[in-house]
Every structure is written in C-alpha cells, then in structure tokens.
C-alpha cells in the first residue's frame, strides 16, 4: 500500500473517523487506569494514551495530562533511529523513558509504543505514558542519578515477553510488583489502541482512514492559523523570575513572542542548564508551548501534529529550557509551568481577555520513601498538590485545582492512610491566598502530612520567593511555602528525611487577580467576606 | 375493571399510560407539564386518562412515576440551602473535589458550583483511622455548635460526611442525634447511610447531593400524594430510582439522591419488557428526543447497572443503571468551524424558537432540518397533521452550510445526519465496546420522539443487524413504569483477599444485608413469595482500585462460591483488559444486595397473525432522499396503526405515526411481531 496514495475523503467522513480516534484514545486510558495498582495511575491518573502516524506524528492523543505529549513526541523518531520498519511485526512493544535516547521528558514517565498493523502494513502506533512513581530518593546533578535509562528498546518481540529485558529493568525499581502490574495496564491499554485501529481499517478501508488521519492534522492546523490570525500582528516580550527548592537565588526566564498573520514564532532566553531537575529538553517546551498557544488561539483545537505547524519554537541549547545531555530533567514541570505563564504574559499584551492571570506556577509536589512497617518492603507514594488558578478577565480564578501542564487527581484520604504509614491531617483551601482584583485570583491548597514510620521525602514548590502576578491591576497571588513540625531536620535542595509522629505542611500558591480591586463588586465583596476566602 | 397507569413526567409533556389487566387494553394519553409544579399535569393526566378509558382514580390498582423534579433541581442549582458538618481540616474536600480542572484547555471553563458554600461547612474535631480504631473522640459540642450555626444561617438541610463513616458510622450517627435534637425540622442524612462506601470525596459528596434535594423532594412528594388522594386514588404511588426499579414515596423522600436519573432509567425498563415479549435479550437502548439522546445496554435481558457516575458535575456514589447520555437529539444545530468541519451539537434549538423549519425566526439549521429537506420527515407538516412546516426554510439554512462546505444541498443535509449519527454511535461504542461488548451482537431499541427516525442509520453505522421499535415509541418511559419492580440496594464495604477463609465472614455480610432488606420489603408490604434478593460481590486485584462486580451463586456461602467468585473475576478480567494476572491475590471489596419486590405488571396479549401482506397500511407516497439508492426515490408511506401483526414491508420505506417517524432504508425490511412491535432487520 502506498501511504500517500491520494484517496478522496469528504469532510464527514474525516468528523467520523476524528471522533472514533478520540474514543479509541479514552477507552485506552481507562483500560490503563483501572487495570493499574499504583496509586499515581489507578487514582491519580498520571497517564495519557494516544495515536500517531507511522511517522510518528500525533494522530490523536486524550485529554489527560498536556506534559505527556512531550514524551510522545519524541519517541517515534527515536525508534525509528534504532530500528527499521521493515524488522517490525505485528506484537512488537517498545519501551523507553530517556531524556536523550528514548524520546522521554524524565525517566519515570515510562512509554509503550506498539504498531499497528493491517493487512501485513503498518498503518499506525498506539502508545501511551505511565508516571511510574520509583525513582525515588535520587539526586539530581545529571540524568545518571535519576533513575533508569532505557532506551527505545523491544519489551516484547512478535507477542512474545523479552524476560530479560524486564527483569533488568524491574530490578532497577523500588516497587517492582507496581512496576509490572502498572506495565501490563500499559500492555492492555496499547492492545485496545490496535485492536480499535484495526477494526477501523476494516470498516472504512485503510487508504481512508490513513487519508481522513492526514485530513485531521490539516484541520488542526487551519484550526490554529485562523487562531493566531485572530491575534493582533507584532512582537511582545516578557520576563518572569524562576524559584525552587533547588536554588538559592531566582533565575530569570523570558521570551519573545512574534505574531505573523497566520504564524508566531517564539525565542526563549534562560540560564545555562545546571546540576540541577529542572532542565527541559526541547521536546518538554515543544509540548508547553503547544498547551499554552492552543489555550489562547483556540481550545478546541484537536489535540494532534496538524497543530504544531504554524509554530516556530527557539531556544539556545544547554540552556535550561532546552537542555543537552546530561543534564537532570525529573523536575522538569516546574520549569514548563513557568514557560506557560511567560506565554501568557506576553499574549496578555495582545489578547488581554484571552488569558489569565498567573497561575499557581508551580506542581508542588510530595515525594515519600520508605519501608514498609511490617513486610519490610519499599513504597514510593508521589502526590503533586494544585493550587490557584488565575482570574479571567470576567471571572474569579478556580481555587485548588491542577493547573497548565498536569492535571492529575489527588489520593483519597482513605485510599492514602490504608496503603502508606502517613496521616493526612489537613486537606484546604488557603485563606488569603487569592490575588485581589475586580476577579480574583483562585486559592492555593494547604496539605499537613504526619509520618508514622520513618521516610524520606522530596519535596518540590515553586513562587517561594516570587508571587503570581495579576492582569490589569489585580493583585499578585500568595507564593508558595513549607512548615515542618518541631524537630525535622532542615531539608536540603527540598531532600529531608521524617521521623514517626513528625509533619509536614505544604502550601501551594495562589494566583493573581484581575483588574483593580476597586471594582470588584459589593455583591461578590460580600460573599468573599462570608466565606472568608480574604 | 383494574388500571394500572404509569406517568413520566418530562421538561414538556406528561405521557400517561393505561393498562386494563381484564382486557389488555394500552391507551396512551399526554397532557402539557406544569414545570412549576408538576404534580398539577400528573393529577391532570390521571384524572383526564382514566376518564378516557372511562375509569376513575379509585379503579387503578397500580401508580407509578417517574420524575425529573431531583435533576432539574440539580441542574438548575434549585435545591435548598444546606450545610455539612464534616472531619476538622477538611471542610473544603467537597470544593476541591478530586483538584482536576474542568477543562483541560479552555481556560474560561468553571467547575459545578459546590452545593453547599463555605461558610455553611463546618469542621469538627475527631478522627476514625482506617481500621476503625478512634483517634480523636467526636468533639459533640462542636458538633453542636455547628448545628446552632447552621439553624442560625437558615439552612434546610444538613449532611454530616466524616472520614471512613462507611468503617466506623458511629461518629456521624452520633452528630445526627445532636442535630436533631437541635434542630428538629431540618432534614439531615448522613454519608455513611445514603453511600456507605470508600472514597471520601465522593461519599460526602452524595451526601450532600442528598441533602441538597431532600427537601425539594419531600415538598414534592407531599403536594402529589395529597392531589392523588384528593382524586380518589387508593392504589400506593411509586416512584422510579435511577436504578430502573421503583420504590415507596417515604423511601424516595429520604434517599432523593438515588431518583436523580429517575426519568431515562424507566425508558430502559421498557426496553427489557419489550426484549423479553420479542425474545431478544441482548440489546442497545436508544431514546433520542429534542436535545439529547439517551443510550444503555441490556446484556441476557439484564441492564448494565454502576454504581457511580457524574451528574451535572456532582460524583454520586448510588446505584443506577449505566445510562450514557450524549448531546444529540432532533434539535440540535449544525454549524461550520472555524477549521471548515461540519458539527452537529450540543447546542439545540430547544422548543423555542426550534428548527427553522418551524417558522418562528430561528436561522441555523437543526438535525429536524435536514431530515425535512431530506423528506425522512413529512415536509408540510409534523405531529400527525398538526403542526405545518416550511421546507423552504430549511433549503435556505442548509443551503447556507452547503455554500461554505463546498458541498451540494442534498450532500449537506445527509452530512448533518452522517454527523449526529456519528455522535450517537460514538455514546454507543462508551456502553458498548469500552465494556468489552460488542454491539453486532445486540439489537437496537429505538425509542423517543426522534429515536425511530435516525436507528436505521445509527444501527448501520455500527454494523448492528436488527432494530426494534416498540408500538409507541413517544411513551416508552410511562409504559416502563408499568412494567417495573420494587428495587432497593444494599451494600458493605469489608476488604479481605478472596479465599475459603472468607465464608464465615462473606456469610455475615450478606446475613446482614439481608436482614435490611427484608426489613424494606415489610416497610414496602411486599409479600413472602413476591420477594427476591441478588448477591454480588465487587472484587479486584490486590493493588488496583475500580473493581468489577461478580455475580455470588444462590444458596449457602461455602468454599464453591469462593471459587465461582474467582472464574467470574478472572473470566470478566480478561474480557475488560485482556489479561488475568496469573497468582496474584484477588480482594473482596464490597458485598451488594438487590432486593426486588416482584410487582404484578402489565400483560400483553400477541395478535393473530394477519399476513405478510401490508398495502392495507399504505397512506401515499412522497419522494425520499436515500443516498444508497443514488438520490431522490419514489417512497411509500405507511399509516403505523394501521399495521397488523405479520405485516412485511420492504425497504425503503417510510412508516408514520402521530408521535414517530420511523425511516425504513433500502435494503432492509420491516416486520410487525405478535405485540406489534417492528422488527427492522438487515439482511
């Protein structure tokens, strides 16, 4: 079969086809989801399913987490730098998780990638993501402390399990028994991808589903060039301050943002990359600035390659938004999140009622290890907290939600206390936390754990020293922080360990206002007051 | 003579069904609702229908009804003010919810406003752990003062949801003494009574969903058994659950949380007893009406059931059937993106103004539209007659749509179908295929004003060979009622691995959960032989957190139920995922209790065969666009109540009737069986 055989495909058809992609993708990620035993997937939902092309262009993927798009991206073109198509059969998996090799934005985000088959040709791939939550209790000087590198390589070859490889790889974990478990939800997740695919051909013949694939992309990108047109032509600059456990003193990020007609290309500027985990690789900002473009020229863009085209995306490499090896990258997200606000800020230039103010800009996150009291086994939990979302020009913020790049669930209290030896003692909203404005900024989330077992634990925020800054006169949202009970240890680059009874109290940060809060209304004056959100 | 009348009340008529039990007479009636107060149609509908089959109230052994006064309360944000007394240091859970935003990419979208604002949350000191143990008693003055506050702030309702009340209920139970001693008239519920089960956000959640209506409906309720008796009616209403069966008005006034689906769940009720007098078990429900379709699956005659789902944005942890709802019905718009591709949906043209083609100033063409230009519909007019259209109108608008596209009209117009049909197939393959069914094995039942007029297309589309459409597809919710039971859930979350040392401890549970259900069917009157009880169990891999719920066998728990337990598991297991984790311990987590109370229902009687020949039927014949057939065809229209038992009809074909059109495409032929139903089937 010829690939780019012209086959006539009439716009409903591309509809029809687009919407059965979609389900495809979502019925993916519920398979991933409840099949899985670790509590980052099976209740945090720190996953993304998706489609591509065989040349590795996104088809489809599901609106779980944008940051996943990264490790997308860039898997397909690595293994087509490893392996040849031709060698390729129908059961073949691939894995892969590194930064540099395999196509990954950090290394516990672990990708299977299976293709698709119809009639003896490759048509497509069914990949998904899994945050594996292991990898725990590393430093992050450069990628070799930071967990396993696995390059794309076969998990499984024709259908059949590559031991080997596994065991090597299960060895390196902490939780082993999650890691499988987590790996055949992954497994299951990809086998309906290609089961689906297949049936579609089936139905509608390859050559137009292939055709209706390519139709899809073209769409999104008309999509996304009317949306940029929509934006007033020029250049908009804007800078913002950088800040985290890791570092002492803020770093300054900004970009500049050229809108063309049709087109907008946008230079970043940061500092060299250093020995630390927040480095991006550029696939990491390719898939922010994708979010935070598609936000602004027009959500309902689908979410595939088509939409990446009218886009230029620069930034000086070894710098820490667009890193080289061997730089760290497992905080990578916090990096990404204050890219989307630098986007933000400089179209709020342009478009100031299309964006909004800034967000908690950070994914605070908590990271225990320990042992298990009891069977003696290692358990890793992560939790990643959100915070304020920014005012919008004609509404408040939402308060204590993910924001941008993630948008994974929290733990259940009771799924939290049965699994790990901790107690949630508080889980709330931050008074005050909000900026001020005639829409004000949404509130940040405190969450107070107690240890009942020794732990360590990582502990990740951002906005510690800067504040999320408001829109046309509102004010700068709270800044994030960290309180430990009487007796903890100071914690260094946000490493620390818990002894049995301590706690710990993260507070995340607000976000900004918008517009002065002079005129803000009586009516919503007054339901802040009773609610006691000031 | 011994009615029994079954009322559905929805946004825009209240259907009334009659049954006669002495002579199997089915007479239908509608009358216009009273949104403001719909128990004023349905007195109105009981009085008027049994008048026309020339009853009274106090001739009808049976009453039953589904409502949407729990949705539309929800919905519409028209519950009362309520407030919720919960752990210290968690007021806020049910704002946060699970901390998604609503939206992944729309950064105006906003979250389904809590039900119960800030300052009416209240966090008092205690703490249950995981196992039960206490480690902070209940602070009972704090709970007191919250209940003074409350009383204060005027609240109508109260819910008390504290972490693991599904473990340990006494602390909630304790802080409702409190409350009502406090505060006598305020209705309260707790969250380890309305969803004992894990999940804390969810659970309190319901709670406050319960508390949020319980008024609402109670007040309901009140004013409907009131008109009912003043019209004579001795018979005990009902009510329908989401849960397809129905229960007494004191049940649903306490539990409102468990109507909210109330309405579409009798649709699928009807569907059964239809699959059950045809003989075909396995099918696909398919209600479409003005702006959205309903769709759900009936596996061996039995409706898929979850037990939790999203509601208007509000997680509610109770049993209801697994109704997919999508934003597709005969109103909705079509319209060109900015990335030139067609879209039909979720807006609707609602009633007012309605398609375009109804004359009363509306521009954008609807899916009604395109089936009047496509002459599916009757292009001078709806309704049997009664209502007049204008097809020019709806040239005009596709006509527009078809100029942008670059398409002709005709191609426009059955694109907008292609479309929506599409829509409604993708809602199919979420109850279908994402649960591991595939729907070339089930018919479809079409149902709903708009139902019987897109199934043949949608039964295409997903390949599925044969399609009923009952005798009055427009009331099939008011003849579900007819057909129901008396169902009430009970359920206890107890996690322990699956394995034969579990049967003292499996045989407690359901000893107990028995114990509560017959205790419901004394309180229901139900009679000894009229009771029936199905066990299940919800079982899952130790490690994973969604589990799947297995059928317990009848009779006494021993090592074989652990067993039947363990194949059912696995077998579902690798049906859904497509793998079984070979040696991995398998955990109990829930043991459930359906009690059904049988109720006397309605029996129809089949009709004499009169032949397959059915020109008798025939009332004229108009041109029909049928793309398959390479445009315009001269098509025959048939009078639907005029067809006999036995009658074929070859396709194409149009068959009418007042309340449906039902579009037979070429190549497929129409049946009408014993019960004057029609089976559509594709060769």
Redesign the interface.
Known sequence: MNATAPVAVDPITVEVIGSSFASITEEMGEALVKASYSTNIKERRDCSTALFDVEGQTLCQAEHIPMHLGSFIGIIPHILKRHSIEAMKPGDVFIGNDAYEGGGTHLPDIVLAEPVFHDGTMVAWAVNTAHHSDFADRGHAHIYQEGLRIPPIRLYDGGVLMKDVQELILLNCQVPRERLSDLRAQMAANRLGVERVKALCDKYGQATVLAAGRALQDYAERKMRAGIASIPDGTYRFSDSFDNPEIDAPLTFSVEITVAGEEMKLAFDSPAQMRTGFNMVYTALLSTVYYAVKTVADPTIPPNAGLARPLTVEAKEGTVLNCVHPAAVNGRIASCQRVVDLIHGALAQAVPERVIAACSGAVASATFAGTQPGTGELWVYLETIGGGSGARANKDGLDGVHVHMTNTSNLPVEALELEYPLTLLRYELVDGSGGEGRQRGGMGLRRVYRAEAPCRLNIDNSRLQSRPWGIAGGGEGQGGSFVFSEGVEPFIKGDGSLEPGQIVEIITPGAGGYGPVAERTAEARARDSAEKRF | MAWRIGIDSGGTFTDVCLFDDASGEVAVWKVPSTPDDPSRAIARGTQEGTERVGASASEVTYFGHGTTVGTNALIQHRGVKAGLITT??????L??G???????????A??APPLV???LRFGVKERV??DGSVEIPLDEDGVREAARALKAAGVKAIAIGF??GFVRPDHEQIAKRIVEKEFPEVFVCCSHEVAPE????ERISTAAVNAYLGPVMQGYIRRLAERLKELGLKATPHLTQSNGGVIGFDMAARLPVRTVLSGPSTGVVAAQAIGAMTGIENLITFDMGGTSSDVALLRGGEAKSASDAIVHGYPIKAPMLDIHTVGAGGGSLAAI???????VGPRSAGADPGPVCYGRGATEPAVTDANVVLQTLNPTHLLGGRMPIDQALSRQAIGRLADQ?G?DLM?TAQ?II??VT??M??AI??IS??RGHDPRDYALVAFGGAGPLHAARLAREL?MKRIIVPRNPGIGCALGLLLTDLRANFATTR?APLSEDLVPAMTEAFAALEEKAEHWFAEESVAPADRRLRRTADLR?Q????ELAIDVPDGPIGPATITALGEGFAEA?QR????V?EG?TVQLVTYRVEAIGLVPKAQFRPQPDAGPASEHAIIGSREVWFPEAGGFVDCTIYDRDKLKAGNRIAGPAIIEQMDSTTVLLPGMTATVEPYLNLILETP
């Open positions: 210290d240091g968690f007021r806020d859970l704002e946060i699970r901390q998604k935003r609503p939206d992944l990419y729309d950064l105006q906003d979250k604002t800030r300052d752990r995981h972490l693991y894990f999940r804390e956000y993106d900015s990335g030139g591709l067609l879209k596209l398409l191609a694109g292609s479309v599409a829509n197939a993708k393959r979420v295929v994402q390949e996690l891999y490690g994973q957190n969604y297991h859904l995922y497509g793998f984790a991995e």
